[in-house]
C-alpha cells in the first residue's frame, strides 16, 4: 500500500511539470538573438520605455543572450546614445493563457550574480518561436485602452 502510494504522489509530480511545447520552446530559445524592430498595434509616434530601463530606440539592435537550463541570460545595449552595455535578467515561460491562446514570458532583471534588486518583473506573451524568429508581446494601457508593443527577434 505504502509503494502504490509512492507511485501515485510520484507520477501526480511527473505529470506537473513543463509540458513539452514549453520544452521544445525554451530549445529554441537557446542562444543569441537581435532585437531588431518594434512595431504598435495603433499608429502614431510613440515614445516607449521597456523593463524600466531604456526607450525602444535604445533596445533596436541589441543583442540577447538566453540559457535555458538556469533560466538566465543577458541583453546588450549596443545603441551609442543610450547608456550601453549588458543587463542580466531570469526568465520563465509559463503554460498557455487561455485568453489568448500564447504563452506567457516573464522576464526579471538581476544583478551579474543572479539576484533581482528590486524584486520587480515583466509579464510579456511569447507570441511565436522558431528556429530563426522569435515574437513577444507587451499589453499595456495607453489613454485608457489596450496598446500592444510587438518586439522582433532574429537568431544569430
Do not use: H
Not at 520605455?49 to 540577447?64: H, P, V
Request: aromatic content about 12%.
Amino acid at each position: 500500500m505504502r509503494n502504490l502510494i509512492v507511485l501515485l504522489l510520484t507520477l501526480s509530480m511527473l505529470s506537473c511539470g513543463t509540458s513539452k511545447v514549453v520544452r521544445d520552446s525554451r530549445k529554441d530559445l537557446k542562444g543569441s538573438w537581435t532585437l531588431n524592430s518594434f512595431n504598435y498595434s495603433k499608429t502614431g509616434s510613440f515614445k516607449v520605455d521597456l523593463f524600466n530601463d531604456a526607450s525602444t530606440d535604445c533596445f533596436e539592435g541589441s543583442t540577447w543572450e538566453f540559457i535555458p537550463n538556469n533560466s538566465s541570460g543577458t541583453y546588450e545595449i549596443t545603441n551609442s546614445n543610450c547608456a550601453t552595455g549588458p543587463r542580466n535578467f531570469k526568465f520563465q515561460i509559463d503554460e498557455i493563457d487561455q485568453a489568448t491562446g500564447l504563452y506567457d514570458f516573464l522576464i526579471k532583471p538581476t544583478s551579474a550574480k543572479g539576484k533581482s534588486e528590486y524584486n520587480q518583473g515583466y509579464r510579456l506573451k511569447l507570441a511565436g518561436i522558431t528556429e530563426t524568429t522569435m515574437q513577444w508581446r507587451q499589453t499595456v494601457t495607453l489613454d485608457g485602452s489596450p496598446f500592444t508593443i510587438f518586439m522582433n527577434f532574429t537568431k544569430q
